[in-house]
């Protein structure tokens, strides 16, 4: 996780315990390729909320940026993490893996301390 948009991220007000908690797990689950391919149901049972729960607050996720939905017909779906706020693997591709963000479009949401 990234200095300064850990800022961001604790400064914004949208972002909750629970949200904190689901991104920690998730964290956990990352492959070094940033994809998070698990069931929402096993996040469920591993943290002890409910499914809706959960798809609640990946959701939520997606809208302040943190995580993407890449593959939007997969079971389970597939997320990736922005590479803004959270990387996992070797630092010299940091670099290659942010470009490839940008030309696809996703970059963070930093509006938001309502």
Same mark, same amino acid.
């Given at each position: 996780?990234? =200095?300064? *948009?850990?800022r961001?991220l +604790?400064?914004?007000?949208r972002?909750?315990?629970s *949200?904190?908690?689901?991104?920690? %797990? ?6 070094? +390729?940033?994809?998070?391919?698990? #069931?929402? #149901? ?7 909320l409910a ?8 959701? &939520?996720l ?10 939007t017909h997969? %079971?389970?779906?597939? %997320?990736?993490?922005n590479?803004?706020?959270?990387? #996992?693997?070797?630092?010299e591709?940091?670099? =290659?893996?942010r &470009? *490839?963000?940008? #030309?696809e479009g996703?970059?963070?949401? &930093?509006?938001?301390?309502?």
């Amino acid at each position: 996780m990234f =200095q300064g *948009h850990l800022r961001v991220l +604790a400064t914004d007000r949208r972002m909750t315990g629970s *949200h904190w908690r689901v991104l920690a %797990y998730l964290m956990s689950c990352a492959t070094f +390729a940033q994809d998070l391919t698990i #069931k929402q #149901k096993d996040i469920s049972e591993a943290m002890g909320l409910a499914f809706q729960t959960i798809s609640r607050l990946l959701a &939520e996720l997606v809208a302040i940026g943190i995580i993407a939905r890449v593959d939007t017909h997969a %079971y389970p779906p597939t %997320y990736r993490f922005n590479a803004r706020y959270i990387y #996992k693997g070797r630092l010299e591709r940091l670099p =290659q893996r942010r &470009e *490839h963000q940008r #030309k696809e479009g996703s970059r963070p949401k &930093e509006q938001a301390r309502a």
